[in-house]
C-alpha cells in the first residue's frame, strides 16, 4: 500500500523568511505549534491471497493483513471502509476454484469499491470463488452495499440466511455472478438471491437460481430507481438445460419504478416469472425477455405464471413467454395504461387475462396454442374465465369486465385468394368512437371457438356512429399459411398511435377462410408490373420502345401474362392481344400468348414496333380474360421514329441495349 507520508509544509523559502523575522533588531516573540497531517492513500487497492476469514489487525493503516500476515476478504473490506478514499478495488490471488467459507456475516461496504472475482487466475466466464454463508445461519447477507459506484463481479454466492447481496447504494453493478448455487453449479440455496434498495444498479450476465424466495426483487422507498436487469439466467443452470427454480417470483419489482427488464432467461421458478406490484412507480420496460422457454424456444421452462402486473404504465415487448400452469400475461385488478405488444404468448394455461377495472393494451402479438383463451377479459370481482359475451347496451356498466368489456367485431365474410386474404364483417360498440380492428390468420381454431391470433395480418380502423355501429372490409396480400382468421378492436383516441391506456376487447368468433378459385391476371414487361390502365409507358417496363428509323427499323419487345390467382386464367380474345389507338399499324403482335394459364402460371407474347413516320407514334394493348376485376386488362405503348437521312444512319433494323437505332458500321445516330 503507498501512503503519502506526513510532510512539513513550510518550504525553503519561507524558512529563510522567518530566520530574517528572527535576525531583525526589533523582532516580536512568534508562538508556533506543530500539526501532524492525516494519513492520506489515493487510491485502495489490496489483493486477497488467503481462503482465511480473519479480520484485518489494524484497520486504517493502510495493509489489510491479519494478525497471520495474510490478506483475506474480511480484512481487505475493513481496511477499505477505514480508508475512507474515494476508489478502491479488491482482487484475487488465491489457488485455482476455492471456497471462502464465512463464520459471520462480512462488514457492510460502505466506501466505492470495484470487487472483482473475475480478477482470479484462470477465470474464463465460470465463477472460481465461492462465498459460502453456511456456517453462520440465518442473520446474514453474502455482500451487502451501501456506497455508491460499488461492482461486485465473478463470485458464487451460496448457503446466506438473508439475500445473497443487497444493495442500497447507487450505480451498483453486479455481473457474472452465481447467486444461488455453487462452483459445481448444484443449489446451496440463500434465502433470497439479490435485493436492491438503491438507484441505477445494473445487474448483468448473473445465475440467479436455486434460492428459497425470489431470485431478484427490486424494492425502493422513493419508488423511482431505473435500474437495469438484463442478460441474466434466473431459475435455471448456466447450460440452460435444466431447472433450479427459486421458490417464489423469478423477478419481484415491489415500489420500483422506471426499471427496464430485458433479454433476461426465466424460467423454472415456483412464483411469477415477472411480478410489478403498485407500490412503484411504474413504467418499467419487460422487453425481450425468455420466460418460460430458451432462446431456441426447445426449452420448457414454465414458471407458475408468466408475467403478473399491478400497476401503472408499465410495457411488455418483444418477448416470448410460453409454458406456464396460468396466465402467460395477467394484468390486476386496477391496472390502467400496460401495454403488451410484439410477444410470442403460447402453450400457457390462457394467454393474456385482463382483471376488472383494468385498462391495457394489447397489440400485434402471436398469441397461440394457448390451453383456454388466447385474451380473456375476467369478468366481475371473482375473476369469472371464458368468452365475454359482447355487450348490446355497451355501456360500461354491468358486468364488470377487464378492459372495459370492449366488444369484439363480427366477421361476416373471410376468403382466401392464393395468397391473398379478404375479411368484411361488422361492430357494435361504444358510440362515436373510433376502433383500431387488428386481423390475425392461424392454422387451427380454437377449441372455443373464439379465435388465438398466430400471425398478425395488419389493421385497419372503423368509426361507429351514434347507436355505436360500423363495419369494414380489410384486404391483405402475401399473408403466410392460414386457414382461419379472427379479429380485435381496441377503443383508441387516434388509433394509428394508440394509447398504453387503451383497451383492446378479446378474439372474435373463429372463421375458417373460404378458398376462392379465382384467376389474377398480372402483365409484366421487363419483369416489372404495369399496372392495368396504365397510359404513361416507360422504357423501364418496355411499353416504350425506344427510338428506330422509319420503314425497316424493327424493334421487337416480349411481355409475361401471369397468373397470380388460385383459378385458372383464361385470355377469351381472339386474338389474345389487340392493338389499337392512334397509330396501331404501327404496332403488330407477332407472338401471340397461350390461351389458357394455370394457377401460378404465365405465357409471354411479343410486339414489334415498325414505325411509319417520323416523330412519337402511340397505340393501346388490349388483353380480354376473364379476371373479374381487370377485363379487359390495357396499357399505351409507344415507340419513336426517326427518319434515315444517309446511308451513315442506315440503321438495318438493328437497336442498341437502350433500344435506340444501331448502324454496327456507324454507330447511333
Given at each position: 500500500m503507498t501512503r503519502t507520508p506526513v510532510r512539513n509544509t513550510r518550504s525553503r523559502a519561507n524558512r529563510g523568511t522567518f530566520n530574517s523575522i528572527l535576525r531583525s533588531k526589533h523582532h516580536r516573540k512568534v508562538n508556533f505549534s506543530v500539526e501532524t497531517l492525516e494519513k492520506r492513500c489515493l487510491l485502495a487497492a489490496f489483493t486477497v491471497d488467503s481462503v482465511g476469514d480473519k479480520s484485518d489487525i489494524s484497520?486504517?493503516?493502510?495493509?489489510?493483513?491479519?494478525?497471520?500476515?495474510?490478506?483475506?476478504?474480511?480484512?481487505?473490506?475493513?481496511?477499505?471502509?477505514?480508508?475512507?478514499?474515494?476508489?478502491?478495488?479488491?482482487?484475487?490471488?488465491?489457488?485455482?476454484?476455492?471456497?471462502?467459507?464465512?463464520?459471520?456475516?462480512?462488514?457492510?461496504?460502505?466506501?466505492?469499491?470495484?470487487?472483482?472475482?473475475?480478477?482470479?487466475?484462470?477465470?474464463?466466464?465460470?465463477?472460481?470463488?465461492?462465498?459460502?454463508?453456511?456456517?453462520?445461519?440465518?442473520?446474514?447477507?453474502?455482500?451487502?452495499?451501501?456506497?455508491d459506484g460499488t461492482s461486485v463481479r465473478g463470485f458464487a454466492i451460496v448457503g446466506f440466511g438473508f439475500r445473497g447481496i443487497v444493495t442500497t447504494g447507487a450505480a451498483?453493478?453486479?455481473?457474472?455472478?452465481?447467486?444461488?448455487?455453487?462452483?459445481?453449479?448444484?443449489?446451496?440455496?440463500?434465502?433470497?438471491?439479490?435485493?436492491?434498495?438503491?438507484?441505477?444498479?445494473?445487474?448483468?450476465?448473473?445465475?440467479?437460481?436455486?434460492?428459497?424466495?425470489?431470485?431478484?426483487?427490486?424494492?425502493?422507498?422513493?419508488?423511482?430507481?431505473?435500474?437495469?436487469?438484463?442478460?441474466?439466467?434466473?431459475?435455471?443452470?448456466?447450460?440452460?438445460?435444466?431447472?433450479?427454480?427459486?421458490?417464489?417470483?423469478?423477478?419481484?419489482?415491489?415500489?420500483?419504478?422506471?426499471?427496464?427488464?430485458?433479454?433476461?432467461?426465466?424460467?423454472?421458478?415456483?412464483?411469477?416469472?415477472?411480478?410489478?406490484?403498485?407500490?412503484?412507480?411504474?413504467?418499467?420496460?419487460?422487453?425481450?425477455?425468455f420466460i418460460g422457454t430458451d432462446p431456441t424456444g426447445a426449452v420448457a421452462a414454465g414458471n407458475r405464471r408468466g408475467v403478473e402486473i399491478f400497476g401503472f404504465s408499465n410495457s411488455v415487448e418483444g418477448n416470448v413467454i410460453a409454458h406456464h400452469e396460468e396466465e402467460g400475461v395477467l394484468i390486476g385488478e386496477g391496472s390502467t395504461g400496460n401495454l403488451i405488444i410484439n410477444n410470442e404468448i403460447r402453450n400457457n394455461r390462457i394467454g393474456v387475462a385482463i382483471q376488472p377495472d383494468s385498462n391495457s393494451f394489447i397489440s400485434e402479438n402471436a398469441i397461440y396454442d394457448n390451453i383456454n383463451l388466447g385474451i380473456d377479459l375476467l369478468e366481475t370481482f371473482s375473476f369469472i374465465e371464458g368468452v365475454t359475451p359482447n355487450d348490446e347496451d355497451v355501456d360500461g356498466s354491468f358486468p364488470v369486465v377487464g378492459n372495459q368489456g370492449v366488444n369484439y367485431p363480427q366477421i361476416g365474410q373471410a376468403s382466401r385468394n392464393g395468397a391473398a386474404i379478404s375479411v368484411a364483417g361488422s361492430l357494435n360498440s361504444f358510440a362515436d368512437s373510433t376502433f383500431r380492428l387488428e386481423f390475425f390468420g392461424n392454422e387451427v381454431a380454437d377449441a372455443s371457438g373464439f379465435g388465438e391470433?398466430?400471425?398478425?395480418?395488419?389493421?385497419?380502423d372503423v368509426s361507429t356512429d351514434s347507436f355505436g355501429d360500423a363495419t369494414f372490409t380489410a384486404s391483405f396480400a402475401d399473408v403466410p399459411a392460414a386457414n382461419f382468421v379472427t379479429v380485435t378492436s381496441t377503443r383508441a383516441a387516434n388509433p394509428d398511435s394508440p394509447d398504453n391506456d387503451d383497451p383492446t376487447s378479446e378474439f372474435s368468433a373463429v372463421v375458417a377462410l373460404e378458398v376462392v378459385v379465382e384467376p389474377e391476371i398480372d402483365v409484366q414487361g421487363n419483369g416489372t408490373s404495369i399496372v392495368d390502365g396504365d397510359t404513361t409507358p416507360s422504357l423501364t417496363d418496355h411499353?416504350?420502345?425506344?427510338?428506330?428509323?422509319?420503314?425497316?427499323?424493327?424493334?421487337?419487345?416480349?411481355?409475361?401474362?401471369?397468373?397470380?390467382?388460385?383459378?385458372?386464367?383464361?385470355?377469351?380474345?381472339?386474338?389474345?392481344?389487340?392493338?389499337?389507338?392512334?397509330?396501331?399499324?404501327?404496332?403488330?403482335?407477332?407472338?401471340?400468348?397461350?390461351?389458357?394459364?394455370?394457377?401460378?402460371?404465365?405465357?409471354?407474347?411479343?410486339?414489334?414496333?415498325?414505325?411509319?413516320a417520323a416523330g412519337l407514334r402511340t397505340a393501346t394493348l388490349s388483353i380480354a380474360n376473364d379476371d373479374s376485376d381487370e377485363n379487359p386488362y390495357d396499357f399505351a405503348i409507344q415507340g419513336t421514329g426517326t427518319s434515315a437521312t444517309s446511308n451513315k444512319r442506315d440503321t438495318i433494323g438493328v437497336v442498341d441495349q437502350s433500344g435506340n437505332p444501331f448502324n454496327p458500321i456507324f454507330g447511333s445516330p
Open positions: 484497520p486504517g493503516d493502510g495493509f489489510a493483513q491479519t494478525e497471520d500476515g495474510e490478506t483475506t476478504l474480511r480484512a481487505a473490506i475493513e481496511e477499505i471502509n477505514a480508508l475512507q478514499q474515494s476508489s478502491n478495488s479488491i482482487s484475487f490471488a488465491l489457488s485455482g476454484s476455492t471456497v471462502i467459507a464465512l463464520n459471520s456475516a462480512l462488514d457492510n461496504i460502505t466506501q466505492p469499491l470495484d470487487l472483482d472475482a473475475t480478477t482470479q487466475p484462470g477465470f474464463s466466464g465460470t465463477p472460481l470463488i465461492e462465498l459460502n454463508g453456511s456456517a453462520i445461519g440465518d442473520i446474514a447477507n453474502g455482500i451487502s452495499v451501501e456506497s451498483t453493478e453486479i455481473s457474472e455472478n452465481w447467486i444461488g448455487i455453487d462452483l459445481n453449479g448444484v443449489a446451496n440455496a440463500n434465502n433470497g438471491g439479490i435485493l436492491l434498495r438503491g438507484l441505477e444498479a445494473v445487474v448483468a450476465n448473473n445465475v440467479v437460481s436455486g434460492n428459497t424466495n425470489d431470485g431478484i426483487s427490486l424494492s425502493n422507498a422513493d419508488a423511482v430507481s431505473m435500474n437495469r436487469i438484463e442478460d441474466n439466467i434466473i431459475g435455471l443452470d448456466a447450460e440452460l438445460t435444466t431447472t433450479i427454480g427459486n421458490g417464489d417470483d423469478g423477478i419481484s419489482s415491489n415500489g420500483s419504478g422506471l426499471d427496464v427488464i430485458q433479454r433476461n432467461v426465466i424460467g423454472g421458478n415456483a412464483g411469477r416469472g415477472i411480478f410489478v406490484a403498485f407500490d412503484g412507480a411504474g413504467e418499467i420496460e419487460i422487453r425481450d425477455n391470433g398466430k400471425h398478425f395480418l395488419g389493421y385497419t411499353t416504350d420502345f425506344g427510338s428506330t428509323a422509319v420503314s425497316g427499323g424493327l424493334l421487337s419487345r416480349t411481355f409475361t401474362v401471369a397468373n397470380t390467382g388460385s383459378g385458372t386464367l383464361n385470355l377469351t380474345g381472339v386474338p389474345q392481344v389487340t392493338v389499337g389507338g392512334a397509330n396501331s399499324g404501327d404496332f403488330t403482335v407477332t407472338i401471340q400468348p397461350s390461351a389458357s394459364i394455370g394457377a401460378s402460371g404465365s405465357t409471354t407474347f411479343t410486339v414489334q414496333f415498325d414505325p411509319s
